[in-house]
């Protein structure tokens, strides 16, 4: 797989929650590699509320390990 | 998209309680743009037990991520 | 809301895990303010086993929260 | 509620795991205080894979908590 | 319940990944304690993906507790 | 069982999250040793939108276990 992750730090805490989502989205794209069947899955979760819900749990858990690595961003803010 | 999180730290508990509830909805925001989408959504999982427990932990997740950078308050109360 | 939350300070362990408990109500709270549905949904969870499992999982995370929160108690047992 | 928990300090990492054990069930008791109708509902997990995988993932939330408290028991193993 | 647990500590990560199994499969023991019927109860999670994905997360969670109490197994790697 | 895990250390985050999914995928081989049957098993996640969901999941529980043993890759990068 080509180079999609060189670092964990992130300028601010909101590109730190936008580096959570591409994580969570990696982890479905290792497993589902197909970009077509990944997309025809969209509707299934896009449209479903407990869905929903588990991906920004995903989300969550991702950013916590982003803001630790960024010692949630205390020096410049 | 706009800018909507500058920084993790919150004068209060109670506002870093409400930053992560903030953190949990944009993780569906973002996987769902169309607020119109949305809130039809919304019933599906307001009216469920399993989804505001589900909603709650998403919650607690985040709020684990603001604790910590707050250094959980320790200073100012 | 009124202010619900001042401090992730508790005296003892439990108190810590009784505001837990509080903290996990909360984001149900948040997310459906009616208080007579949330009524209602009662019984959908307080009989349900993994509802119950569910509920005692959003408390544990937390707990993890608090417990850091007050140093694990440790200077005070 | 009666006192039930002390300290979060234990002897032994086996203790500690008991003590999660303890705080997972915990969660389930302020949820449904009804000692019956959690007798009822015992069925409907212990002989369920699914609700089993859950109780041991609220107790390893606890676990956390607890080895963390016990310093991971470094001192006296 | 006779002594299973006597340290966190392994010398090897590996070593510590199948401690996490060991303390995953602890939490089912403890709650349903007859070894018969868990051994009826293995087919429902054995050929189930998604019982397979819930087992694997609970040994995740584990194992960041294992992997914390040997400092990442960091000295000796 | 095999040599599979001989340190929690990598070059690159990316290299992190990778061996974060080897773990994620070991806590399903350890559960379900037949090759064979996780591959008749694969189309049960891989073509499910919630199942995809909940494997990221794992796969971002096992990362920051990781991204900790590494200290988030702050030194190199």
Chains 1, 2, 3, 4, 5, 6 share one sequence.
Request: net charge negative.
């Amino acid at each position: 797989m080509e180079r999609w992750l060189i670092s964990l730090k992130t300028s601010t805490p909101q590109d730190g929650y936008e580096l959570a989502i591409l994580l969570s989205q990696k982890g479905i794209q290792y497993t589902q590699p197909s970009a077509e069947l990944r997309r025809e899955l969209r509707p299934c979760y896009a449209y479903d509320a407990d869905s929903l819900i588990a991906v920004s749990q995903v989300i969550a858990i991702n950013f916590q390990t982003i803001a630790a690595a960024n010692n949630y961003w205390r020096d410049t803010c």
